[in-house]
């Protein structure tokens, strides 16, 4: 059961307007993408009794529905917003300033994102071993947590995949425009027929007969792929929906508790003992309420959540802490590394609205009718990019990795390189025509020119609301625990080292699954030695073993 503070068995000062709250062992701030699922498998061990405060509600009714997703972006009751400081050369046309936002509701922001569902390159997961030192994150080690993710309902059945985890990964049927993306792609000479969630390869091409852009992209080496998606029968399966709802009412010792703002963590020393809270049910306001967690603090409140919470605890650097005034618990360089991937739309004329979806036409209440009932048709697309590729530039090849694609498109990224598929055949029979949007800064220069294109871009491009890296993992920050701290812990997307080369979400489920392991392996360590610990302190000390070798107890013992 999702709960409120206003019906929680657990909150013991109820009637004070204070909660507070003893959770056996474990807590989790932030019920989003990676904290439901890290809270679904420590839950589902059995042995551990979860706790999740999320700051936002259960997904508003019509969230499963695709094509409401983009709608859902300005919803301010279920996002996070941010105003970015101003870039230099990007967002020029909104004087570099950018909106940023994440979502604010169980299941995060993989209740709100557009559910395209990618891995991201080998190269990536192996980039992660390489700075943090750590093997196991490489992606043949990761590939194991990867399957444990997904049911995979794509086209390529294979041994890369896996088929019983709780996110359905599939290519809807209804699918407008991919066969022309598909026929451009194989006219350049790129492969079609790949798996897109496969090990990324960049396949060759077969000639470069025609490549008046080389300067940008030089070596075409490019896979063009149907898009697939975290969908449930056309729905939208969210870390909410996939991980936690099915179990929710079965696992007694899983809690969650919604509408509730984490504002700081409680230390007693450097352990991490509990997490401030405040709430708003109803209209009915309080703060300060404290949870105490037993066995670990996990903090998954996003890139740009989890960091703040840090800080607002006293762990960050030095010169933001002393200028909010805040008391240094441990200096880090948290905030800092963010990364993020640009994008940019492009707008194109054509004359035939069979290869798009076109609003009019499309969301009837026949079609919403058909989608309840199949799942299929043109609500079950959120926006229609039913193509993607992968593209390495001239940028990656410069530095020597022409196998790591640094370029996603899904109709339409990656300026020239999209112009150019949109003057192949396919796409000139539906008479395809680039429909610039006027910026007075770029009329001076020709259309389609370098100066026109660089011009065009810093004016129009945006983040691709992926970020990633605030919390980032290093050499000496093993299981993702915050260092110097003893029981706090990250997982989420802030943990990531260096940014994968496609959409975030299953790099962070695939993070959530192995730190959850790692958790439980350790605990289970810990509880061994605890046990070994007793019965030699029972031979040695008699009734005085359980003090003197027990851990926690002895550091909080009013807490517990
Ligand atoms: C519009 C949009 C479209 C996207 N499309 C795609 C896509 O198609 N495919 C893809 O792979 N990726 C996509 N992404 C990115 C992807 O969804 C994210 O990278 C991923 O979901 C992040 O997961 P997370 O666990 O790090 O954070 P989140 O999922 O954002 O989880 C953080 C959670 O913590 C909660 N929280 C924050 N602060 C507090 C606090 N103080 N107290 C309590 N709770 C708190 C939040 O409410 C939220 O539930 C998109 C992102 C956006 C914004």
């Known amino acids: ?302 890139s740009y959540g989890s960091p703040v919470l840090l800080m607002r605890s006293g762990i960050g650097p030095r010169e933001v802490l002393e200028a909010a005034k805040i008391p240094i618990l441990q200096e880090l360089p948290v905030g800092k590394n963010l990364q993020n991937h640009i994008a940019l739309e492009l707008d194109f004329l054509i004359n035939d609205t069979s290869a798009v979806i076109h609003p009019p036409r499309d969301f009837t209440p026949e079609n919403l009718e058909l989608f309840n009932r199949t799942g299929d048709g043109p609500y079950s697309s959120a926006g229609g990019a039913t193509g993607q590729a992968f593209i390495a530039s001239s940028v990656a090849k410069a530095a020597g990795e022409s196998d790591w694609a640094d370029i996603q498109f899904t109709m339409a990224h990656s300026v020239k390189e999209v112009l150019r598929v949109m003057e192949t055949e396919s796409y000139q029979r539906l008479g395809a025509r680039f429909d610039s949007i006027e910026i007075p800064a770029c009329m001076n220069f020709q259309m389609k020119s370098d100066e026109f294109l660089a011009c065009y871009i810093k004016h129009l491009s945006h983040n691709g609301c992926h970020p990633v890296g605030t919390c980032k993992m290093g050499p000496s920050r093993p299981f993702c625990c915050v260092i110097g701290i003893h029981g706090l812990r990250i997982a989420d997307a802030s943990v990531m080292p260096s940014i994968v080369n496609a959409n975030t979400q299953v790099a962070v489920y695939a993070i959530a699954e192995r730190v959850s392991e790692l958790i439980l392996q350790q605990w289970q360590q810990q509880s061994s030695f605890r046990q070994k610990s007793w019965h030699h302190g029972q031979s040695q000390f008699g009734g005085q073993s359980w003090q003197r070798f027990s851990f926690g107890r002895k550091h909080f013992p009013s807490y517990f």
């Open 1 to 302: 059961m999702v709960e409120t503070l206003t019906n929680t068995p657990c909150c013991l000062d109820f009637a004070a307007s204070k909660c507070v709250v003893n959770v056996d062992l474990c807590y989790l701030v932030g019920g989003g993408t990676g904290g439901l699922a890290v809270a679904r498998r420590l839950a589902e061990d059995g042995r551990h009794t979860v706790l999740v405060l999320e700051s936002g509600g259960i997904p508003k009714e019509g969230n499963e529905i695709p094509a409401l997703a983009p709608g859902f972006t300005s919803d301010s009751d279920i996002i996070f917003r941010y105003t970015s400081v101003p870039q230099q050369n990007a967002a020029l046309s909104t004087d570099g300033l950018e909106r940023i936002i994440s979502g604010r509701m169980l299941g995060g922001t993989s209740s709100l994102n557009y559910m395209h569902f990618n891995r991201g390159s080998p190269r990536d997961y192996d980039a992660w071993a390489e700075s943090t030192g750590d093997q196991s994150w490489k992606y043949s080690n990761m590939l194991p947590y990867l399957k444990r993710i997904e049911t995979y309902a794509g086209d390529y059945p294979s041994d890369q995949h896996g088929y019983f985890g709780p996110v359905m990964l599939s290519r809807p049927k209804y699918a407008p425009g991919l066969d022309y993306w598909l026929e451009a792609g194989k006219s350049l000479g790129y492969q079609t027929r790949v798996d897109p969630n496969g090990p990324q390869k960049i396949s060759k091409r077969t000639e470069l007969n025609y490549c008046p852009l080389k300067e940008l992209i030089v070596n075409l080496d490019t896979r063009f792929t149907a898009t697939e998606f975290s969908k449930r029968l056309g729905r939208r399966d969210s870390s909410y929906t996939a991980y936690i709802q099915p179990i929710l009412s079965s696992t007694p010792n899983l809690r969650v508790l919604t509408n509730v703002n984490a504002t700081q963590i409680m230390f007693s020393g450097k352990h991490a003992v509990g997490v401030k809270f405040d709430s708003n049910i109803q209209n009915s306001y309080s703060t300060d309420n404290v949870v105490y967690a037993k066995k670990e603090i996990i903090i998954s409140a996003g």
